[in-house]
């Protein structure tokens, strides 16, 4: 019994520190710098894009009114 938790443990701990390698390296190649997609998005959005967010917000918001006086 202790020897299949041993082996149990031995097996987690190596492939979690694989996990932790290949994220570090993943992180130290650059693959989660992505910096420039927040801004170009704000940049680059036509104004019929955001007068469309707006209008779901209201309607998003309007429904959660709606839902709030029915509940109570």
């Given at each position: ?9 031995a097996?987690?701990i ?16 650059g ?6 997609k ?19 917000e ?7 009114e ?7």
């Amino acid at each position: 019994m202790n020897n299949i938790l041993i082996l149990e443990l031995a097996v987690g701990i190596i492939v979690s520190f694989t996990l932790l390698g290949i994220f570090i390296w993943a992180v130290k190649g650059g693959q989660f710098d992505d910096s420039k997609k927040a801004m170009d998005g704000l940049l680059f959005d036509s104004e019929e894009d955001l007068r469309d967010a707006v209008k779901k917000e209201k309607k998003v918001k309007a429904l959660k009114e709606k839902k709030a006086k029915k509940t109570s």
